[in-house]
């Protein structure tokens, strides 16, 4: 509307209209704004959302279902069956190679987003079953002879027939996996009582040393970039051995602090020492105070190995007295060593971190400002995360030992709003009775045809808890806008990570058997498109793997007719309480070839 304005360039009332006295005017404009605002922000200081029906409001429930267009995706190009869209080559000139920074997360624009389903290799057949197949998978599921090429005298796997064979070895036991791990356990008789339970790998290879720990009750994340290495996640989780893309560069790692009980590195050439100590001292951030950091490689055992690392002895010694030093001022000792294995312990006590408070003392304590357990795009910072002096229960050496942590109320649920031992106990109860009735809803699960599973926006690891016994192995994904409750995750001896699902995720395609979400659109609606969300579950899903959608009535029709255009198959059933508000819907990815394809 304009406005009539006088020769001053102010705004004035028709002649004919009544002056209204300013006083009048406020009052009237203030109690309009307390109005508008009551409509418009009734829910900001409403609760934590503890499930979807809670979430659905009378006022939603009385509102029709969303309805979205029937829409059949095309198929991506062959090229693109191994895309993973924040980790893609094709775009890694556009960023520097300064610390590799290039094989960190960049994601496409939203204007650069496929809209088109991932065709499998030519050949693809559904994957070998647990636990046959951490010792051989099929070839053309992973069609890549770059590492039997150049490490086949390492024997990381080998090519016979249609198989890859992966015979445990590597760049640091030849002699095999099993025999290298059994030097470990000697040096830290603690991976054999339940007291480490949760291990990374940095530079994990083709995953042999978690695939080896998980039959000593330890489960690994196994990390490794998309690099020149060519599909060592995808072959690790071709295998069923949990893995993620990640690399140590300029930012933090995705996972909250003092989250793992040991970190390992085998010749996995990070430079320690280098930019200020910065990489190690991430680890320190994500490793549990009383946790364990295994080092094997140069510089270890240097006096017997340096003629093979085409270096000087002084050199190794030089690099390996740099790495103590730079151990012992972030309050690591060396806790065992024998031929070619180091083992240094973090700390648990306080008494070494008070000396970081000296101003001469380097590398120096992180301030106030630092956030442990802001690890999303997190740049890194070359200081030392102290544990929290408030928290007496998470070190190793106090943690309930494994299984005994699983049930146990971790001390970090107080830092959760609304968070408790009471509400883990009801959470937990919560899941048991969940995966009892989503078994029925999918006989599969339970059974080896299911092996990776991700949860997509889990709580507190509840259904990963509930479904342990079963022969698989949980991601719990904690979404970097909900509540931090990855501590907790990582307390009760489960695994998982941060991330965005207006993001794609940072894995291959088709590696995992099945995806879990509880009220994602419901949370992420107003910031992430489903239609993308959805076509990154079929990307990242295998095919003939399933999904357990469960969701509020609102937005489950949308959902399946989505995902009847990615040709999965869909049916709708009732929670295990019968109720309107929210329904599951078991959904099956077909298996299809590109119409290019031979197969």
């Known amino acids: 509307m304009k406005h009539n304005k006088d020769k001053d360039g102010k705004p004035i009332g028709d002649r004919g209209n009544r002056r209204v006295p300013l006083t009048l005017t406020i009052v009237a404009m203030c109690a309009l704004s307390f109005y508008l605002g009551g409509i418009f922000n009734s829910d900001k200081d ?116 249609d198989k890859f064979q992966f015979p445990g070895g590597g760049t640091m036991f030849p002699r095999g996996v099993g025999a290298y791990v059994d030097l470990m356990q000697e040096l830290i008789p603690e991976m054999s009582d339940g007291t480490i339970r949760t291990a990374i790998d940095t530079g994990c290879g083709v995953a042999s040393w978690g695939g080896d720990l998980l039959d000593r009750g330890i489960l690994t994340v196994s990390l490794a970039p998309r690099d020149n290495h060519e599909a060592q996640v995808q072959f690790a989780l071709e295998r069923g051995i949990p893995a993620i893309l990640g690399v140590i560069s300029t930012q933090r790692l995705p996972f909250s602090s003092s989250s793992f009980d040991m970190a390992h590195c085998s010749r996995c050439l990070i430079p320690w020492t280098e930019f200020g100590g910065l990489y190690l001292l991430e680890i320190n951030r994500i490793l ?39 151990l012992t001022a972030m309050c690591f000792k060396l806790y065992n060593t024998k031929d070619d294995i180091a083992v240094w312990q973090k700390l648990p006590d306080s008494s070494c971190y008070t000396k970081l408070s000296d101003p001469d003392s380097y590398p120096p304590k992180c301030d106030d400002s630092v956030e442990p357990d802001s690890a999303w795009y997190t740049p890194l910072r070359s200081c030392v995360v102290l544990p929290d002096q408030k928290l007496k229960k998470t070190a190793l050496d106090v943690v309930p030992k494994w299984p005994e942590r699983l049930h146990v109320a971790p001390e970090r649920i107080t830092e959760i709003h609304g968070g408790s031992a009471g509400a883990f106990k009801h959470d937990d109860s919560k899941w048991t009775v969940r995966a009892k009735h989503y078994k029925k809803l999918l006989p599969a699960l339970g059974t080896p045809k299911i092996r990776n599973v991700m949860d997509m926006n889990t709580v507190y690891g509840g259904f990963a808890a509930a479904v342990i016994e079963d022969p698989l192995w949980v991601m719990n994904v904690v979404s970097s806008y909900a509540p931090n409750t990855l501590p907790v995750v990582f307390d009760r001896g489960l695994i998982g990570t941060y991330h965005d699902w207006c993001e794609a995720f940072s894995t291959y395609p088709r590696t995992y058997d099945l995806l879990h979400l509880d009220g994602l659109f419901t949370a992420e609606s107003q910031r992430c498109d489903m239609k993308y969300a959805l076509l990154e579950m079929d990307r990242i899903l295998r095919p003939t793997g399933y999904a357990i959608i469960r969701e509020s009535s609102y937005y489950v029709d949308a959902v399946s007719t989505i995902a009847e255009g990615m040709r999965w198959e869909c049916r709708k059933e009732n929670t295990e309480y019968d109720t309107d508000k929210e329904k599951i819907l078991i959904c099956q990815k077909t298996l299809w070839y590109s119409s290019s394809s031979s197969s």
């Open 288 to 326: 549990r105070p009383g946790g364990f950091w295994v080092l094997s490689g140069p510089p270890v055992n240097y006096k017997n190995r340096w003629r093979g690392w085409n270096t000087t002895v002084e050199d190794q010694k030089s690099d390996y007295d740099k790495l103590q030093e730079l």
């Open 46 to 161: 409403e609760p934590e959302i503890k499930n979807v029906s809670q979430a659905v409001s009378t006022k939603e429930s009385s509102i029709s279902p969303l309805q979205v267009k029937s829409v059949e995706f095309a198929e991506c190009s062959a090229d693109y069956q191994d895309y993973t869209p924040c980790t893609d080559p094709r775009r890694w000139r556009k960023y520097g190679n300064h610390r590799l920074t290039f094989l960190e997360r960049h994601c496409p624009p939203a204007f650069e987003r496929k809209e088109c389903l991932i065709p499998p290799p030519d050949g693809y057949k559904p994957p070998i079953a647990w636990p046959k197949s951490r010792d051989e998978c099929w070839y053309k599921n992973v069609p890549y002879d770059w590492i039997n090429t150049q490490k086949s005298n390492q024997n990381w796997l080998r090519k016979q027939g």
